[in-house]
């Protein structure tokens, strides 16, 4: 089943919930607020009329087959899912494509879902459907990609999954229908048509309850019949994504925040940059303990050389700067998947950069638990420190060499604050 189901995929799922997909959407949607430069993005809402009604038992089977399920395994799927009658029911028909802000990347979704609706049966209902683009998009070519995409251009795109997409600022009222906790009034009558339910209590026969609420609300291993209390489910429902946060829970979701390293630890998020125009590396990096607090922060101007050299060197230096801090534990979280790959494998002297790979391992290897882990740029809060003060035009004037920072630097006081807190970035889906 690995293989069949994307770890992205959270629908009818164990473990994992529908409800993810909004978190994610509405990140996405964030950058979009905050997009600046020349490319922007675009978010098409499709409405798919009738989704489950119109799908082609043909392209069911197709897919089946696709992914390896034959044989009789295939006969009998298909012979229950195509012979059952169903009453007629609603599904969730919910679809978000994200992508480039640009004439072809708009020809392209738009040729893709044709596509997809010939082979599968679905139909689109474009009128609709809606777009939306990002603010830095100048209004010619947004009306340009809504005439392509065949769907009106909108500032806002209602409702994912039920609940509403936000464009604007967030305030208290912004999450009010996802997180509203139900008043008690309202607990106490979904209670009282429990019990009544439970000891068969109606408008026309009143009927005694044998036991009182708060031992039927008791576990059975307690003596009671394990009825959860409304009021209690509220709040475990209302606390639920938190919890899943606490234990870890991987998904695409969670993997947007910045994970806290262990009480008395050091955690290091470095990045490196170049500038391509000519050639200019540089790599910055911050250190914070368990509470997100600020410890130090560095940026290195290393001359002309490659992306992944500036990845390596930004490593190191945290490495550096943590040992000569005194901590003896120690996770190093960068956003270069190649950087982290090759501390973790053979290297050969041969490559060309063997001597700074070599240092890497050196200082991994010292008297001390360290880690070193590839994670989504999104949650690598040193992009902004690489791109603000160590490769920005005015940096260039710097000297070659370290810079340390005792202070926090202003240009991502902000950025720390929101990590602090478990705040996300936003990861950019583009298809």
């Known amino acids: 089943m690995a293989k069949l189901v994307s770890p992205n995929q959270v629908s009818f799922v164990p473990g994992r919930q529908i409800t993810d997909n909004i978190v994610v959407a509405q990140e996405v949607l964030h950058k979009f607020k905050t997009a600046q430069g020349k490319k ?17 038992w043909q392209f069911v089977r197709e897919v089946l087959w696709e992914v390896g399920i034959r044989g009789h395994i295939l006969e009998l799927l298909m012979h229950c899912i195509s012979t059952v009658q169903y009453k007629p029911f609603s599904i969730v028909n919910d679809l978000i494509l994200f992508g480039e802000a640009s004439i072809h990347q708009a020809h392209l979704m738009k040729l893709c879902l044709d596509e997809f609706c010939h082979l599968s049966g679905q139909k689109v209902s474009f009128d609709k ?26 500032s806002n795109l209602g409702k994912y999954l039920g609940v509403p997409l936000i464009h604007t600022r967030v305030d208290k009222s912004t999450y009010q229908e996802v997180i509203a906790k139900l008043p008690i009034f309202v607990c106490d009558r979904l209670d009282q048509l429990n019990r009544n339910f439970l000891w068969g209590h109606t408008a026309d026969k009143a009927t005694i309850h044998l ?20 009021a209690w489910m509220n709040q475990a429902l209302l606390a639920k994504s938190g919890w899943r946060l606490l234990q870890h829970e991987q998904g695409l979701w969670a993997e947007l925040s910045w994970n806290r390293p262990n009480p008395g630890g050091c955690k290091i998020n470095s990045d490196g940059s170049r500038n391509n125009t000519i050639g200019q590396i540089g790599v910055a990096g911050v250190l914070r303990d368990a509470t997100g607090a ?6 290195v101007n290393l001359g002309i050389g490659s992306v992944l050299e500036a990845e390596l060197w930004g490593i190191f230096w945290g490495l550096s700067l943590a040992w000569d801090s005194g901590f003896r534990t120690v996770e190093v979280e960068s956003d270069s998947k190649v950087a982290v790959t090759l501390l973790h494998s053979l290297t050969i002297a041969t490559h060309p950069l063997f001597n700074i790979i070599n240092c890497c391992k050196v200082k991994m290897s010292d008297d001390w638990v360290c880690s070193v882990r590839h994670i989504l740029r999104e949650q690598n809060c040193a992009d902004r420190v690489v791109t603000v003060d160590a490769l920005a035009t005015t940096s260039f004037d710097f000297s070659l060499g370290l810079r340390i920072f005792e202070e926090i630097p202003a240009c991502i006081a902000d950025i720390l604050v929101a990590n602090a807190m478990g705040d996300s970035r936003p990861r950019l889906l583009c298809f």
């Open 294 to 299: 600020w410890l130090k922060g560095y940026s």
């Open 40 to 56: 922007g993005f675009i978010a098409w809402k499709i409405d798919l009329s009738k989704a489950y009604d119109r799908l082609h």
């Open 211 to 230: 036991v009182n609420w708060e031992t039927s609300c008791k576990p059975k291993i307690a003596g009671g019949l394990g009825i959860k209390k409304m």
């Open 129 to 154: 459907s809606r777009i939306c683009v990002s603010p830095n998009i100048c209004s010619d070519l947004a009306n340009s990609i809504a005439t392509i995409s065949g769907s009106p251009h909108s």
